[in-house]
């Protein structure tokens, strides 16, 4: 019984190290290329190419003789991709410096997870073919291996999402499913094939175990933690216009999400500028955050006397804020999604600031005409709703902030935009929207503000705002990468 359920065993494992694999690689590529929906995209069409192709080449193999044999060179083959996808960021850089952004995103999603998943796809035909002996047992031992091996997937996706990655990390995490991964492949170790297995197998583990305790960080970081919600850190940098000032910053997935001055406790963020020259024009009260971030924008409310509530999903971020920049004790901060707040709150705000642009991703389902309506039964008569996004407005990659200010004026909300500066695509956006007319000229407002009539409104049936921001999107991931990213290595 043990010889046939040995093969289970290495199914359920192989099932589960697929799903770690792919998780895993979406991370590994976010801090570079970021986690929206084209990079999603890349990493699953790559993970079901590579299973594809490792079907095909398992059942090729399967009509081989020596069949265990074979399972065990691709186990190990397995496990040597696995530990070796934490140490491929050098193929980031290879191809984001020489490549556009989806031929450089496609490229190293298939450097990255292809030869794991082709390994990982050819073992269940082999498991398959080796438990089948009569045509009658074929298709029983084909359901109960890939029901085995889903089954791991499953358990391994709440494994890596609600323990491993938070706790501890992606390279761990993939280092000890490489390791699981041997272990089982004992199983089918025989006194003809064990030496290849321990020449090959223990030199990769102990460069994983090695590189991964010799790995170095950047230089100015100060914290660094590894999540399901991916990369956050903390650096403090010397300013680029006065090397005797130190910026503290908080980083997602290396996007710069909150810069402060370390000595005066102030931002350096242009849109925090922006807001705080506006803050005058907007009614003072109850103040909500959808997207706390570092907190600088919330302590900046505080002291022009908004009572203050900040929303935000990454319990790290808040403990960020609290920890290392300062988030004022009086203000009541909430570990929520912005949506689920808005669809569950029943209080009332004079002025509700949207800042959960994260990098290039667009929070789609919180911007829709649906919750923009509940929305408003959340704001007192005269309130104001501000909304930081990028730069673009006009043309083609314009598009998503179009289809975004129609979805506002469609909710019947009265419509004003400024800018932090005059090139769209290194410039924030500060949308203003209002109950009632702002009879006032902002600070830096764009005028006259077109809205395009044949603009789509961004539904909860039909959440097209991310799909319209697409060339914007890439647009701003391909300078952050040249402009940011590479000049630092």
Not at 222 to 249: C, D, F, M, V, W
Request: contains cysteine; glycine residues 6%.
């Amino acid at each position: 019984m043990f010889n046939k359920n040995r093969f289970f065993l290495i199914s359920f494992i192989e099932g589960a190290s697929v799903m770690a694999a792919e998780i895993s690689g979406a991370k590994i590529i976010a801090p570079f290329f970021g986690s929206s929906l084209y990079v999603w995209s890349s990493v699953m069409a790559v993970t079901l190419g590579g299973l594809a192709s490792g079907y095909f080449l398992g059942g090729k193999l399967s009509k081989r003789e020596n069949k265990e044999t074979l399972l065990l060179y691709i186990l190990i083959a397995a496990v040597c991709c696995l530990c070796c996808m934490p140490f491929m960021g050098s193929v980031f850089y290879v191809s984001g410096a020489h490549f556009s952004l989806i031929p450089a995103v496609i490229f190293s999603v298939c450097v990255l997870i292809f030869p794991t998943m082709l390994c990982m796809g050819a073992t269940s035909p082999l498991i398959i073919s080796i438990l089948t002996h009569t045509s009658s047992q074929s298709g029983e031992n084909s359901g109960k291996i890939y029901a085995v091996s889903t089954v791991g997937g499953i358990l391994a996706t709440f494994l890596c999402g609600f323990y491993l990655l938070p706790t501890v990390g992606v390279t761990l995490t993939l280092i000890c499913f490489a390791v699981a991964l041997a272990l089982v492949s004992l199983l089918l170790l025989t006194k003809k094939i064990n030496k290849p297995f321990f020449v090959i197998i223990l030199p990769v583990l102990c460069f994983a175990f090695y590189s991964f305790s010799t790995s170095t960080q950047n230089r100015y970081t100060i914290y660094e933690t590894e999540g399901i919600l991916g990369k956050l850190e903390i650096r403090e940098e010397p300013s680029h216009a006065n090397s005797s000032i130190l910026i503290r910053k908080l980083l997602i997935n290396t996007i710069v999400q909150t810069e402060m001055n370390s000595d005066n406790r102030q931002s350096v963020s242009e849109y925090v500028h922006l807001l705080e020259k506006n803050c005058r024009y907007f009614s003072k009260g109850k103040a909500l955050v959808l997207g706390l971030g570092g907190g600088v924008v919330s302590n900046m409310l505080v002291s022009y006397g908004y009572k203050v509530t900040g929303v935000e999903f990454d319990e790290r971020i808040i403990e960020m804020a609290k920890r290392f920049f300062y988030l004022d004790s009086s203000i009541t901060v909430v570990c929520d999604d912005a949506r689920h707040y808005i669809n569950n709150s029943e209080q009332k705000y004079n002025l509700v600031i949207f800042d959960i642009f994260k990098a290039e991703e667009q929070p789609a389902h919180v911007i829709t005409i649906q919750s923009l309506l509940k929305l408003k039964t959340m704001l007192d008569t005269g309130a104001v709703v501000l909304i930081n996004t990028h730069g673009y407005l006009t043309g083609k990659i314009g598009l998503g902030t179009q289809c975004m200010l129609a979805t506002l004026k469609q909710s019947g909300f009265h419509l004003k935009v400024c800018a932090s500066g005059e090139e769209e695509a290194y410039r924030n956006l500060l949308i203003v929207a209002s109950l009632k007319l702002l009879n006032v000229s902002l600070h830096n407002e764009i005028y006259p503000l077109i809205i395009n009539d044949d603009s789509v409104i961004n539904d909860d049936d039909k959440p097209l705002m991310e799909l319209l921001n697409a060339a914007a999107n890439q647009e701003w991931r391909t300078n952050y990468i040249r402009n940011y990213i590479l000049r630092e290595h």
